[in-house]
């Protein structure tokens, strides 16, 4: 039993340990959300060219606009609904739900989105 428990933790502390060096809650500079389009829009920032995006709308490869696993902050400017950013094209390999009104920090890893 305790060697279970032993394994069960080391296995929990290897997957946190993987989720907070991966994801990380981080304040952009305030004139990141300031640079949003406005309602609609899912903004971002590169924190290693202190430039600032936005997109709306399902994007299926960010790539084709310059984008592709550069952005590390996002902020869900929405009207509506929540959107999910994706380490790949077409919402491959796993991403994250950003709520309306919400932010993200994952470094240079987003290559689609897509909203509700």
Same mark, same amino acid.
């Not at 993987?18 to 971002?44: D, E, K, R, Y």
């Given at each position: ?42 903004? +971002? &920032?590169?924190? %290693? ?5 936005? *997109?709306?709308? !399902? #994007?299926?490869?960010? $790539? ?9 902050? +996002? &902020?869900?400017? %929405? ?5 999910? *950013?994706?380490? !790949? #094209?077409?919402?491959? $390999? ?23």
């Amino acid at each position: 039993m305790v060697t279970g428990l032993k394994r069960l933790i080391a296995v929990a502390a290897l997957v946190l340990g993987f989720v907070s060096t991966t994801v990380a809650i981080t304040a952009a500079p305030a004139s990141a959300a300031a640079s949003c389009n406005g309602a609609g829009w899912l903004c +971002f &920032y590169d924190y %290693g060219s202190a430039q600032y995006g936005n *997109v709306a709308g !399902d #994007n299926y490869a960010w $790539g084709a606009f310059g984008w592709n696993d550069r952005a590390d902050w +996002f &902020y869900n400017q %929405g009207n509506y609904c929540s959107v999910r *950013v994706y380490r !790949d #094209n077409g919402g491959g $390999g796993g991403g994250y739900l950003i709520p309306r009104g919400g932010t993200l920090t994952w470094y240079n890893t987003v290559s689609s989105n897509y909203w509700c």
